[in-house]
């Protein structure tokens, strides 16, 4: 028994006619009629009985209809998704908010040129809520600094970055071409948020030489902190 039988059978009970199924579905009369008995061989029961000319669904067939139209749907269904899976679709793109703030539009402006017909949707958050967005499969991928925590998560590095010191032009450190750890950790520190990722590359580093600092001032935007 396979989908051309149920084909067959769906279609001789919507036309009740075997000679008007074969014409639908561009078959030999022959072809219905025995896909038919295969199906009735098969499972060891009239589907049909035949009076007077005319088609008329047993308990059985009625049963059986009822399977046969739900396969052939989902059948179809899959079908016609699965084909679809090629086409230009929708790109869901997550991004930390230093990435989403310097480097994204860029990204997405390029990505257009070459992809017009795809529709991107980018998510800009800290790098944690990121990787739970990926876990969750709200995303196809995303681009953050910093470290993943997820081992479930497959990362690839694509670009090298840097943090500065950054400070107002009338103070000491401006005057000076190096600046010792020491020096740096006495300063009050306008930094970012926990949970992003160059917060916890910062943090990180200072725990590393043995140092850690309690910011001033923190938040999501590095610009409204400098200014």
Not at 31 to 41: H, R, Y
Not at 91 to 108: A, D, N, Q
Not at 150 to 177: G, N, Q, R, T
Not at 182 to 199: A, D, I, N
Request: glycine share 6%; with cysteine.
């Amino acid at each position: 028994m396979t989908r051309r039988h149920l084909k067959v059978f769906v279609a001789v009970c919507e036309l009740n006619s075997i000679s008007k199924a074969a014409e639908k579905l561009h078959i030999a009369q022959p072809a219905v009629s025995c896909a038919i008995k295969e199906l009735e061989d098969y499972y060891g029961t009239k589907l049909f009985d035949r009076i007077s000319k005319r088609l008329y669904l047993t308990e059985a067939g009625k049963k059986f209809l009822g399977y046969a139209t739900h396969i052939v749907s989902m059948f179809d269904e899959m079908e016609s998704n699965m084909r679809d899976l090629d086409k230009p679709g929708k790109l869901h793109i997550g991004s930390s908010i230093t990435i989403g703030t310097s480097f994204m539009p860029v990204y997405v402006r390029n990505f257009k040129e070459l992809y017009p017909q795809t529709e991107v949707n980018v998510t800009i958050d800290s790098s944690d809520i990121i990787e739970k967005k990926i876990l969750q499969n709200e995303l196809d991928f995303a681009l953050i600094e910093g470290i993943v925590h997820l081992e479930s998560i497959i990362c690839e590095a694509y670009m090298d970055d840097e943090l500065v010191i950054i400070c107002s032009p009338v103070h000491p450190f401006s005057k000076s071409e190096t600046v010792t750890v020491g020096q740096f950790v006495s300063e009050p520190f306008l930094l970012r948020e926990k949970g992003s990722g160059t917060r916890e590359l910062f943090d990180n580093v200072l725990a590393s030489l043995g140092y850690s600092v309690i910011p001033a001032w923190e938040g999501q935007s590095s610009a409204r902190k400098i200014r």
